[in-house]
């Protein structure tokens, strides 16, 4: 029996042997890495994601109330900006300054005919009328040579003229100073080439410039234009 034993391993009858082989041990540095760059990607893309909503939001006006007409989009200007309210210089189409006509006149003196020819240049386009008439606007009188007398009719108070004595032709704002400020009722011997600023019986304005002298006719043609009146 004892033979026995002393041929048996020595470990058959003790204890089992102590496993001192330890499993590896796995590297978790990598993992974690990986897991906080995707944690960080995934964070950007909500954080973009209400970014965006949120801009959206601001954005939008709030809905209108049932029934409610939405509200109108303002208007901006080309570079984005509100329109400036107080810049209201440009006339709007027909207003004052803008030309009522255009074109050539004459004037008579209606010579042998009683009562001198007056021109109403109220009307579109402007006429002769007899100078007894309270709404017509000049008159052209006595004739010399190329020289001729200009007068407002005598019953046309409302009118009055001035010979422009500026340089170049007169525009509307000129010729309104001009015959407003400085207007009379009669100017004698107006020559050739003469321009005329007038304010007629119903507040307009006109610039005549005399460009022939008709003795024998008794008329002058001038190159007129009629504004709007304020």
Avoid at 73 to 98: E, F, I, L, V, Y
Avoid at 199 to 225: C, N, P, Q, Y
Wanted: charged share 20%; aromatic share 6%.
């Amino acid at each position: 029996m004892d033979e026995q034993r002393g041929n048996m391993a020595p470990n058959q009858w003790g204890p089992p042997p102590q496993n001192t082989v330890r499993p590896p041990q796995r590297d978790h540095t990598k993992l974690s890495i990986w897991l906080a760059f995707a944690g960080t990607i995934i964070t950007a893309i909500i954080g973009g994601c209400f970014a965006v909503v949120a801009a959206r939001r601001g954005d939008s006006p709030p809905p209108a109330a049932s029934g409610a007409a939405p509200p109108a989009p303002r208007q901006t200007t080309s570079a984005g900006q509100p329109p400036d309210p107080g810049n209201t210089t440009a006339a709007a189409p027909g207003g004052a300054g803008a030309v009522r006509w255009s074109g050539p006149l004459v004037g008579s003196n209606a010579a042998g005919a009683g009562l001198a020819d007056a021109v109403e240049l109220d009307t579109k386009p402007p006429q002769s009328m007899d100078n007894s008439e309270y709404k017509t606007d000049v008159s052209v009188g006595q004739i010399d040579g190329d020289r001729f007398e200009m007068r407002t009719p005598p019953f046309s108070s409302s009118a009055s003229f001035m010979v422009w004595d500026g340089g170049g032709a007169p525009e509307f704002a000129q010729c309104k100073e001009a015959a407003t400020a400085r207007g009379v009722h009669q100017a004698p011997m107006v020559e050739v080439g003469a321009v005329l600023c007038v304010r007629t019986t119903e507040g307009r304005v006109a610039r005549l410039t005399a460009k022939k002298i008709d003795a024998k006719a008794g008329s002058v043609t001038f190159d007129a234009v009629v504004w709007e009146a304020a």
